[in-house]
């Protein structure tokens, strides 16, 4: 129906009806015109999500480099890609030639890419580049620091997202590599804004809780916007200053993050981290089967030279009359020997003594008159000095009753008694009468009377 507006007002005339597209011809319809409108287009932005197929095809998004939200999905066939000159990577600006077209089967506006060459790094690309160089100035990605994980994991601790698949490829890895391993969930979200501050709480909480031997930090691919939390500088220096060794997986292969680099060991997966972080159920069990059979081996080893031993001993033992004949033997040899030793160690001993006999001699005798001529004088020094001389000469020796010498008249009382000593006796004597000035000679010389013989 066609409605028409006239001077003298609306009036209504019968139209043809319109024809109705299908789906697939309007899609079909909507790329010839985009193709006879636009033609050969040049396009710039930043790469996003790329992806080569194992066909050799590579798929992309082209973002606004100025920060706008569109985007453009790009696919770049075997034959162009393999004319490449570069490596393509998410964040890099690039230009590149090629023709809209529609996705029929998502109805979406795509570009067939026949050229694609760089122009530089874009934002987010150059903020990790800057950010990077920061860090490893910091020394937060030098190998010295890199800890060992450990050989044998009774708990590894999993920091990712309870919905995430990179959760379920670990799990399933170390259920097939170790199913002893115990495994604690400290989950987070791995994207958006939240992610940084999340990711750092769960480190903090695994380390807090203090079960776990080491720590796999992961979350699946996706673009550089994606993964963009394991760039974060918080969450960096958390994962550089953890106490416990951290294995980080982040993306695939090609993704390198920050957080990967500050970890103690890289993944280029999830699932390589999951590997990493624990032994091999089959191969440890096959690495103890070895050493038992060579511990078995040794002790045969070991028994079977012990038990030669054990025989060569019985066999000795066995012929102890043989043992006995030598000991005899030896027994009669130093029989006959000691009458021999003992006549050479006598004369030795004699000679010995008559030498030392004929030197004793020879030196009494060079001494003995020397000697006498001493012995001689001394006897006469000692003569010489033996009062009974002195009292033979005249002289009387004085004593007080303690028998001590008197050898002054000062301190003698009237009737005191004393001993008297001469050379051929001795007396009791008593002073009878002092001198009114008594002589200070102390001489003891002046011959006295015994007290018999005193008239006073």
Known sequence: MTVRVTGDGPTVSAAPAARAWGVGALMLAVGDALGARFGVVSVRGELSGFTRAASGHCYFTLKDADGQSATLRCAMFRRAAGMLAFRPADGQQVELRGRLAVYEARGELQCIVEHLQPLGAGSLYEMFLRLRAKLE???????????????????????????????????????????????????????????????????????????????????????????????????????????????CGVGHETDVTLAELAADVRA????????????????????????????????????????????????????????????????????????????????????????????????????????????????LRLQALDPQRVLARGYAWLADGQGRPVTSARGLEIGQTLQARWHDGQAEVQVRRLPAATPTSTSTSTPLRPEGDADD
């Open 268 to 379: 280029p997966t999830p699932t390589a981290a999951a590997e990493l972080a624990t032994p091999r159920r089959d191969e440890a069990l096959l690495r103890l089967s070895q050493l038992a059979g060579r511990l078995q081996r040794a002790l045969h080893h070991r028994l079977d030279g012990q038990a030669q031993r054990l025989d060569r001993l019985a066999l000795q033992i066995g012929r102890p009359t043989r043992l006995l004949r030598q000991q005899q033997a030896r027994l009669q040899a130093l029989q006959l020997r000691l009458p021999q030793a003992a006549r050479a160690v006598s004369q030795t001993q004699q000679s010995r003594l008559e030498a030392v006999a004929r030197r004793g001699q020879a030196s009494w005798q060079r001494q003995w008159p020397a000697r006498g001529q001493a012995l001689a004088q001394l006897q």
């Open 137 to 247: 100035a910091a020394g937060l990605f030098d190998a010295g620091r890199k800890r060992p994980l450990p050989v044998w994991p009774r708990t590894l601790g999993i920091v990712t997202s309870l919905g995430a698949a990179a959760l379920h490829d670990v799990l399933t890895a170390i259920r097939r590599r170790a199913p002893h391993v115990r495994v604690v969930v400290y989950p987070s979200v791995v994207q958006g804004a939240d992610a940084p501050a999340q990711l750092v709480r769960a480190i903090v909480a695994a380390v807090d809780h203090g079960v776990a031997d080491a720590l796999i930090v992961c979350r699946g691919g996706g673009s550089l916007e994606d993964l963009w939390a394991f760039n974060d500088e918080l969450l960096v220096r958390t994962i550089a200053a953890c106490p416990l060794p951290v294995v």
